[in-house]
Nanobody, 128 residues
Framework: VQLQASGGGLVQSGGSLRLSCVVS????????IGWFRQAPGKEREGVSC????????HYSDSVKGRFTISRDKAKKTVYLQMNSLKPEDTAVYYC??????????????????????WGQGTEVTVSS
């Protein structure tokens, strides 16, 4: 399984970007998928994730209300719509997939980084 992240770029504060993560698997069934980010000089942090069923989502407090995660099963793609971007959102964004069962506590997915598959990252820069 490979993950391909794209959609990053340079945007002004208050602007929007949509990141995409294409999963090269037979289907998204069984995959819990999330987005993480790492800013220069900082540790990687979890941003948002979506359950394998697609019915549940979770967001970090820093992006709640501004970012929206969604998925298109037919395209085997997970999106991260980022609105009202702030300079502190500047980071390299990675998508990750995991075949373990996170349904009982989806929020834990963002707290660990030993997931099965990782994308290569896409850079987001928000200017003030």
């Amino acid at each position: 399984v490979q993950l391909q992240a794209s959609g990053g770029g340079l945007v002004q504060s208050g602007g929007s970007l949509r990141l995409s993560c294409v999963v090269s698997a037979f289907s998204l069934d069984g995959h819990t998928i999330g987005w993480f980010r790492q800013a220069p000089g900082k540790e990687r942090e979890g941003v948002s994730c979506i359950s394998e069923s697609g019915d549940s989502t979770h967001y970090s407090d820093s992006v709640k209300g501004r970012f929206t995660i969604s998925r298109d099963k037919a395209k085997k793609t997970v999106y991260l719509q980022m609105n009202s971007l702030k300079p502190e959102d500047t980071a390299v964004y990675y998508c990750a997939s995991d075949l373990r069962d996170w349904s009982f506590r989806l929020s834990d997915f963002l707290s660990v980084d030993d997931h099965d598959y990782w994308g290569q990252g896409t850079e987001v820069t928000v200017s003030s």
